[in-house]
Every structure is written in structure tokens, then in C-alpha cells.
């Protein structure tokens, strides 16, 4: 049912490929630490000293079956965070997870926000942006599904001034060091998109369905040749349920939607398929960005 959406791979990340934007960004000097993960066994020598030519330094912790690895130009922001982790303890309070958010280069007011909000609530708060039609560098919508995002922070807004310009310096400088990757994040962040939110989880924006379409859209009607059904990877992700799945397969079988606040109406050419019901409360959000 759900796909899986090809990452840009470059041998010399290996094995953090799937955190190469936040790689670059510690690179480059816009974040001033990323943490990146993979499984023990993996060998990444060479990207340790692919770091260290960057005067990067890395610190790494074991936690059950991954490695954690923190990456900065810091020493001290490293080797504190490899043992003060707020996210790796059981509890932890807002000015610890506020400095680990720093840390990681996230605007203050999207910090702030976020920590005075529920992810819900922040998602609430988008609600008058779902149709307008946005940068791309506000889509953070494929993160933890590939490679093709600029931050993993929430904005506090669909139009913030600060995470334009931050997303802004990270993708100018993906686009000096890997070209390739910032011509395809342009082009995939630009496609529209229809997201759902697992509102009954508390961690509702980690626990998201996707459908990208390459497609364009015109007013309230989109056409496309093909569509990429992707749901996030997280641990404290909940059962979608029977509904949703059944629903989304339906995508397949078209080529054109027509979108509105009720209902999402699935057509092949002139032929009518199906329709979703989205009442009695919004469930799928379409998302416009342009390049």
C-alpha cells in the first residue's frame, strides 16, 4: 500500500544519506548541530573523516540497536549532547528541549511556539494557509519519508519570515555543494500534495499520510500523471485505519481531483471514480508550493 520515494544517495554520506540536509547544513556552518542515526554494524569511517576534512567534529552513543552520532563544528555542543540528549530521556523540561532546539539552528519564535503549543494546535494554526499557495521552502511534509526536506522544525507559521530565511541559507548552500540534490528538492517540494494528520495521536504531524502528485493544479481542480502514496517512519506512530488505506488507494486509479472543504472527488479523465468524505471534521489537507 504505502511506497517508498527514491532519496538522492551520494556514496560519500553513506550511511547518513537519509539526514544529507542537515549534513550539509553542519558543513556549511547554518546549523550548529545535527544529530544523524544509523544501525550498529554500519560502518562510517569515511564519513567520520569526510567530517573531519570539514572541521567537523563527532561524537557517537549507542542506544539499543542504533548509533546515534552528533555532528558540529563544536566540540563542547558534541560531546554535552552526547550524554544530555533532552529527547533521549524520560522526562525532560522546556528550557533543556528550547537549548537542544537552538542547538539544531531552529528559529526562537518557531521554538517558542511549539513548546507553548500541542502539535495539534500547531497544526490548527495552519489552517487558514492550507489553500494558499506557498514557497517550497516552508514543505517540510517529506521528512522522515526521504532526504527531500530543508528542516525538520515545525514553523509557527506557514509564513514565517525566520524559517524562510533559514530553510532559505540551507537549501543556497545544498545547491553549491550538491547541485543534483537541490535541482530534484525544488522540483519534488514544489509538487502539490494532499496530508493527513493522525489528530488522535498526540504526536499528530510525526504521524502523517502523503500523497505527492506530479501534477499541477488549477484553482480547485488538479491533474496528474502519477501519484506516490508515503506515510512517515516513526516509532510512536499509530494504526492507520481500514478507512484511510482503502481510501488512498483510490488515487491510484485517477488522474484527476477536484478538492474542496467536504469532499475530495477522484476522476480518470471524465470518468468519476470516487469520492472521499472529508466530514465531519477536515481529515486530508491539499498543500500548494511553488518553486
Known amino acids: ?5 527514491p532519496s538522492y544517495i551520494s556514496d560519500k554520506y553513506k550511511p547518513f544519506n537519509n539526514s544529507l540536509p542537515d549534513i550539509i547544513s553542519v558543513f556549511e556552518g547554518i546549523k550548529p548541530m545535527a544529530r544523524l542515526s544509523c544501525k550498529l554494524g554500519e560502518n562510517y569511517s569515511e564519513f567520520i573523516n569526510l567530517a573531519r576534512k570539514r572541521k567537523v567534529h563527532v561524537a557517537d552513543i549507542k542506544r539499543g540497536e542504533n548509533v546515534h552520532v552528533y555532528i558540529s563544528k563544536s566540540k563542547k555542543i558534541v560531546d554535552y549532547y552526547k550524554s544530555h540528549d533532552p529527547e533521549m530521556k524520560n522526562s525532560s523540561t522546556k528550557l533543556e528541549i528550547a537549548d537542544f532546539a537552538r542547538s539544531l539552528g531552529y528559529p526562537k519564535c518557531c521554538i517558542e511556539n511549539y513548546l507553548n503549543k500541542t502539535q495539534k494546535e500547531v497544526m490548527e494554526g495552519y ?3 492550507w489553500n494558499a499557495t506557498l ?5 517540510n511534509l517529506l521528512h522522515s519519508i526521504s532526504n527531500y526536506y530543508l528542516s525538520f522544525h515545525l514553523s509557527c507559521t506557514l509564513g514565517c519570515e525566520e524559517t524562510k530565511k533559514y ?7 545544498i545547491q553549491q555543494i550538491e547541485p543534483e ?8 517540494l514544489s509538487l502539490p500534495l494532499l496530508v493527513w494528520y493522525n489528530t488522535d495521536n498526540k504526536y499528530c504531524f510525526d504521524d502523517r499520510l502523503v500523497v505527492l502528485f506530479e501534477g499541477i493544479i488549477n484553482n480547485d481542480l488538479l491533474e496528474y500523471s502519477n501519484c506516490f502514496i508515503l506515510r512517515t517512519n516513526y516509532p510512536n506512530n ?8 482503502s481510501d488512498l488507494g483510490y488515487f491510484k486509479l485517477g488522474n484527476k481531483i477536484r478538492y474542496n472543504k467536504k469532499a475530495i472527488s477522484v476522476f480518470r479523465d471524465g470518468a468519476f471514480v470516487y469520492e472521499i468524505n ?7 489537507f491539499l498543500m500548494k508550493f511553488h518553486g
Open 135 to 139: 514557497p517550497f521552502y516552508f514543505n
Open 127 to 129: 489552517q487558514g494557509s
Open 278 to 284: 472529508n466530514q465531519p471534521k477536515p481529515e486530508y
Open 1 to 5: 500500500m504505502f511506497e517508498i520515494l
Open 181 to 188: 540534490l537541490g535541482h530534484r528538492l525544488k522540483k519534488i
Open 238 to 245: 499509530k494504526k492507520i485505519s481500514g478507512r484511510i488505506e
Open 167 to 173: 530553510n532559505g541559507n540551507i537549501f543556497e548552500a
